[in-house]
């Protein structure tokens, strides 16, 4: 396989590492160095030529190609089995609608949640269970990781160049994570955006840090609802008060109370999406009083309707309880969900 | 060990710059907002230096409606009558 990427002679497995990281290519962490022949295994796996274009970044004019995703997931740790699911996540980031350069770039400070859907998970042995949104497993780090070093290093959003985050939060290291399918009886995310289960899918959303709530003392749908609510309610008097994707992540102890009450996923969004609600003059509570100007009564709705909220099963088997994962900023940036091996743009 | 180049190498988009202005005296300048809204102070003064102490005849204020996207393509339509546009992207 004829690879294009420049070659850089290094004298060991040490010195591999200090080439990259005085070049400002990792993360800080090792990495696993990108030579040829891992670099082509991981586009054999994935049936890809390595000028293959998986995009184009709008902003910069940056073509993507297939070799430099793989360059990035082999450093990040990734076994060629886990590359296709790099591809489509990055496929599916580039995607209009998800807008890359803003949450890439912003003082916001957002990272990439990845969440994934169908077989792959199985194959890759996702775990979707205990410690779900943190190194739970080698595929979803793996995976979250090649994303954060593609963006460093294929767009500049390396922290004081392209990314002008104030704070930015742990997820920028990794942030990936399976769904639960085997243990819920609703809808899988990719499913309720299109997909079929047997296809496997990833959905990209530009993603705040998780906030975790806990409510172990009702088994009311509603009640436990009004929790994730009152955590949306925080986000949007503290953070940002604009509508946009928001998700949660349900594990099985909350879960089993929805699903014994009969509730499905869209009865979730549907009491979510009247319950996140805030007027503007909240604000006075909380130290931006001077904001709040002559609309004190307007209401702003968290979801700008019920589908915008995505809904993850996920987590480990105890435990009352869950997470509000916020948008970067309001709705400039869509959620997208893409199949695994999809094209975008290829013709017919 | 040889290792690959993990960074972009296809180069910038392909583009000529514009000449240099001799002077900006009356000449016409844009100014291209990305439309934070902590920019326009900002701006403000700077219509004004141009205008005052470099005898720019008039700026034309644009801005952009989305700060993450590019500039909309209706938005440079009258570009041919500048002589002179500052892509300006402030917080």
């Known amino acids: ?348 | 060990m040889e290792i690959l180049d993990p960074t972009h190498e296809g180069g910038a988009p392909a583009f000529v710059p514009a000449q240099r202005l001799a002077t900006l005296e009356g000449t016409t300048v844009a100014i291209l907002s990305n439309g934070k809204k902590g920019t326009k102070a900002f701006f403000d003064a700077f219509a004004s230096e141009l205008v005052e102490h470099h005898g720019v005849a008039e700026v034309v204020r644009l801005t952009k409606a989305n700060y993450s996207a590019p500039a909309e393509p209706g938005l440079l339509g009258r570009a041919e009558r500048w002589q002179a546009l500052v892509a300006g992207v402030g917080d």
């Open chain 1, 1 to 348: 396989m004829a690879l294009n990427s420049k070659r850089h002679a290094v004298d060991d497995l040490a010195a591999a590492q200090e080439f990259c990281h005085s070049r400002g290519w990792t993360d800080g962490l090792p990495i696993v160095p990108p030579t040829a022949e891992a670099v082509a295994a991981c586009l054999d796996w994935a049936l890809l030529p390595p000028d293959h274009l998986v995009g184009v970044e709008p902003v910069r004019e940056r073509a993507i190609t297939a070799e430099k995703l793989a360059v990035n997931a082999v450093m990040a740790g990734c076994l060629p089995m886990h590359f296709p699911v790099a591809v489509a996540a990055f496929t599916a980031m580039l995607a209009e609608p998800f807008l890359l350069h803003g949450p890439t770039a912003s003082t916001g400070g957002a990272a990439i949640l990845i969440v994934v859907n169908g077989p792959v998970r199985q194959e890759l042995a996702m775990n979707a269970g205990f410690n779900a949104l943190a190194a739970s497993d080698r595929a979803s780090t793996a995976i979250g990781r090649a994303i954060r070093l593609m963006l460093c290093n294929l767009l500049d959003a390396r922290p004081g160049e392209v990314d002008r985050s104030t704070l930015g939060h742990p997820g920028k290291f990794s942030y990936c994570l399976a769904e639960d399918e085997e243990n819920s009886p609703w809808l899988s995310l990719a499913e309720e955006h299109g997909v079929p289960a047997e296809i496997s899918a990833v959905t990209v959303m530009a993603a705040g840090a998780p906030r975790q709530i806990m409510n172990e003392w009702t088994s009311d749908p509603a009640e436990i609802l009004d929790t994730f609510a009152a955590e949306i309610r925080a986000n949007m008097r503290h953070y940002s008060i604009w509508p946009g994707n928001y998700a949660i992540v349900v594990p099985p102890q909350l879960r089993a109370h929805f699903h014994a009450a009969g509730w499905s996923k869209a009865d979730l969004r549907n009491c979510l999406f009247e319950k996140a609600r805030v007027r503007r003059s909240d604000w006075a509570e909380c130290g931006k009083g001077a904001v709040v100007g002559k609309e004190g009564d307007r209401e702003y709705a968290a979801l700008p309707d019920p589908d915008h909220l995505l809904v993850i099963a996920a987590g480990g088997p105890a435990g009352g309880f869950g997470a509000v994962i916020p948008p970067w900023y309001g709705n400039k940036s869509a959620a997208v969900t893409v199949a695994i091996g999809a094209c975008l743009d290829c013709g017919p």
